[in-house]
């Protein structure tokens, strides 16, 4: 069996595992699953591809097939979340228009979030969007709420709010003229050009000091970002993003996450020298995580994209996490621990100060902020 609903987060995670609940025999081109669909750790149940199939299927479709995107309408009640108390988080509130996420990101945190949908962490992850499509309507009703007095929000704190699905849907800019017009504080970080669209509604909230853009960054090499983002931005675009912000007055930092010991940590002073040149004010970092079933996604992904580096990579990571491949203990889970991460860590810091970016973007104000109008009527003092 794959993983048990009483797996810990620290058990191996060995690839040969994903064999139970795979569903494709030809790789999915695009993904970052590729083939993989392993199965949800809350069923006991597992669908059995046998390798007779998959290699007919392989020798059917040697260049792969393609997977289309499918978008449900979630339907949730509420809209702004209140995050969990951790030490880790530099947040109180979130807003998330999706669940699951196209970008396809391997490492993402947020793909076992789909098991309490009743899908698989895999492909089901990036193709299967969960879309809020009332999410507008429900801000505006929460941000009347009497109780809520203009607390910074930020967008996302789970899946990314401009993934490819947006620029259809535009559920994400759909919650954003709500802010723009409360003048709600908001931060968002996202690895997509598409938040230049939004560029009209961040600029006005950028004018009552109410907007902030964390753009993400793993590797300026195209081939490792493909491999490893495959339906995120290129890293000339997410430059170009960060430039385009700054000029326009739109606070913008990077956030060099995370970063894959043994793979992208020497680019780090690299791509802080370019954020900085870029506009960038600010800078962030966060190490590789992998909780849950993503070890043996990732693993599996690292021997099927870079094999020669596979035996490091997976030797650095366990390095930091006291021979695991992942500890969620508050403040390491997201640093790491021993040589290697402090290494990591110093090197942030040293290029962090040198390219001018150790001066945080100042908070965010709730100052301007002013309750929507839901009735169309006037109030006493306005």
Known sequence: MFASPHEDEHSRG????????TTHGSPARGRGSSTLNPGNRFEPIRLHVLGEYRDEQLLEHPEGVQIKT??????????????????????????????????????????????????????????????????????????????????????SGVTDCYQ???????????????????????????????????????SELATHNAVSVGISITSLRNDIAMAMEPRASSPANRLKAIGELSRAGVPVMVMV???VPGLTDP????????????????????????????????????????????ERVESRIREMRGGNLYDAQFGTRMRGEGHHAEAIATMFKTYRKRFGLDQPIPPLSSSAFIKPNLDGQLGLFD
Request: proline letters at 7%; glycine letters at 6%; aromatic letters at 8%.
């Open 164 to 202: 490819p699905l947006e620029a259809k849907l535009r559920i994400t800019r759909g919650c954003l003229a709500v802010m723009a017009e409360c003048r709600q504080p908001v931060s968002i970080i996202t690895k997509s050009k598409l938040v230049l669209r939004d560029l009209d509604l961040l």
């Open 257 to 259: 996450a995370p970063v």
């Open 14 to 21: 060995d690839p040969s595992e994903l064999v139970d609940g």
């Open 70 to 155: 499918q978008a449900f309408h979630d339907r949730s009640r509420t809209i702004i979340n209140r995050v969990a108390d951790s030490p880790d988080i530099p947040f109180d509130w979130s807003v998330n228009p999706y669940r699951g996420c196209e970008h396809g990101c391997i490492y993402c945190y947020a793909r076992p979030g789909h098991e309490y949908l009743g899908m698989s962490c895999g492909l089901d992850f990036e193709s299967k969007i969960m879309a809020k499509m009332d999410a507008p309507a429900m801000l505006r009703k929460e941000l009347a709420h009497r109780k809520w007095t203009g607390e910074p929000i930020t967008m």
């Open 267 to 310: 680019e780090m002073p690299a791509i802080l020298e370019a954020a900085a040149e870029a506009g960038a004010k600010s800078a962030g970092w966060v190490m590789l995580r992998l909780p849950y079933q993503i070890k043996a996604l990732f693993l599996e992904w690292l021997q099927r994209e870079f094999p020669e580096r596979a």
